[in-house]
Every structure is written in structure tokens, then in C-alpha cells.
T-cell receptor, first 113, second 115 residues
Framework: GNSVTQMEGPVTLSEEAFLTINCTYT??????LFWYVQYPGEGLQLLLK?????DKGSNKGFEATYRKETTSFHLEKGSVQVSDSAVYFC????????????FGKGTHLIIQP | EAGVTQSPTHLIKTRGQQATLRCSPI?????VYWYQQALGLGLQFLLW???????NRGNFPPRFSGRQFPNYSSELNVNALELEDSALYLC??????????????FGPGTRLTVT
């Protein structure tokens, strides 16, 4: 079956630091890949997506590239802010979406001023 | 444009009772998914509805059930509640399958507490 593995943290960084959150996946065929963010007490917000190999998703300064050869979709941001503190989930959707989204365990990111 | 809405925000039930959770999708979305986010277990896929039919379910017992109405809103019912059913239940909506767009948009969730 499908699976997603990501670093769980917590990851603590200073403001303006460079961020990388690793995500690797196992899936058959060519899944679509996503990063979602969950702020305290809220539901999940779609951060970015990529639907085929070598696609780069980007939003709000965050980027991730769909790497088929390494089955990875690492999230990066050049300069984090305190407001980026949240839990980040890597997820995949198999072709057709029948099994819903498969999520990683989530990475708790803490940005200190 | 209104996002996915869920009600109630919080629900407190006792063991053995039934809980009903509701979800309204984004306008134009025909698929509704339900997920359970329990402490320590992460986000797990529960059910998928599209065009009024249950299309797939995750690894959950039959006492988790639901339905989708003609206006595409959905209900999740949990019967014979157990303490371990305490969790945040998230609803998500997406465009119809086959459109190639598989991103899902989530509501704020219903926090179910079973005592």
C-alpha cells in the first residue's frame, strides 16, 4: 500500500533560518503529492502540490519538487518567520483518489524570534 | 467563496451513544472525504463519498458509517461509541474523480470527546 515518511520533530529554528522538512513516499504508479499545514486549533490548509515528476509546487515562499528517482518531496523555505510555526503534513493521493490521502505523521515546526 | 464547513465544532458523548457529524463541501465539489485525527495515530482515511454513493472506506469498523445527500453535503455517524473514538474528525471536499485534480480542501473539524 501507499505510505509517507517524514521527520516528526519538533523542529526548532530561529527566525530567518533556512527550512527543510524531508518527505519520502512509497506508492504504485504516479501519485500526486501535497504539503498541508495545520495551525493550532484549525483544520488543514493546502500549502502546495505537484502532480508529476519534476514538478515544483510553490506557495508563500515554500517550495517542494517531485523527485521520482528518489521518491521524495522535501519542503523548503529560504527564510522562515514566527508565523510559520505550525504542523506540516506531507501527503499523497494515488491515481483516481479512491483511497483518500495518505499522510505522514506530521512535523511540528517551532520558529523562535 | 465559502470553504468546507463542519458542525458541530465540539461534541461530547458517553460510551455506547451515537454521534452524528455534518459537513458541507465547497460549491461545485462532488466528493467528500472523512478523516480521523487521533492523538498518536495521525490522520487516517475513513470514508469517501461521491455523487451520493460510498466509494471507498478505510480500515475502520462498520459502526463508522455515513451518507451523502443530493446537495453533496455529508453526514458521518459513529455508533456504539468507544473511548478510543475521541479524536478530531476532518471532512474534506474535492472535484469529481477523473478530473485529474486530487487536491482536497479541509474543514475546521469536529472535536469528538467520548467519556
Amino acid at each position: 500500500g501507499n505510505s509517507v515518511t517524514q521527520m516528526e520533530g519538533p523542529v526548532t529554528l530561529s527566525e530567518e533560518a533556512f527550512l527543510t522538512i524531508n518527505c519520502t513516499y512509497t506508492a504504485t504508479g504516479y501519485p500526486s503529492l501535497f504539503w498541508y499545514v495545520q495551525y493550532p486549533g484549525e483544520g488543514l490548509q493546502l500549502l502546495l502540490k505537484a502532480t508529476k515528476a519534476d514538478d515544483k509546487g510553490s506557495n508563500k515562499g515554500f517550495e517542494a519538487t517531485y523527485r521520482k528517482e528518489t521518491t521524495s518531496f522535501h519542503l523548503e523555505k529560504g527564510s522562515v518567520q514566527v508565523s510559520d510555526s505550525a504542523v506540516y503534513f506531507c501527503a499523497l493521493s494515488g491515481v483516481g483518489g479512491a483511497d483518500g490521502l495518505t499522510f505522514g505523521k506530521g512535523t511540528h515546526l517551532i520558529i523562535q524570534p | 467563496e465559502a470553504g468546507v464547513t463542519q458542525s458541530p465544532t465540539h461534541l461530547i458523548k458517553t460510551r455506547g451513544q451515537q454521534a452524528t457529524l455534518r459537513c458541507s463541501p465547497i460549491s461545485g465539489h462532488t466528493s467528500v472525504y472523512w478523516y480521523q485525527q487521533a492523538l498518536g495515530l495521525g490522520l487516517q482515511f475513513l470514508l469517501w463519498y461521491d455523487e451520493g454513493e460510498e466509494r471507498n472506506r478505510g480500515n475502520f469498523p462498520p459502526r463508522f458509517s455515513g451518507r451523502q445527500f443530493p446537495n453533496y453535503s455529508s453526514e458521518l455517524n459513529v455508533n456504539a461509541l468507544e473511548l478510543e473514538d475521541s479524536a478530531l474528525y476532518l471532512c474534506a471536499s474535492s472535484l469529481a474523480p477523473g478530473t485529474g485534480a486530487y487536491e482536497q480542501y479541509f474543514g475546521p473539524g469536529t472535536r469528538l470527546t467520548v467519556t
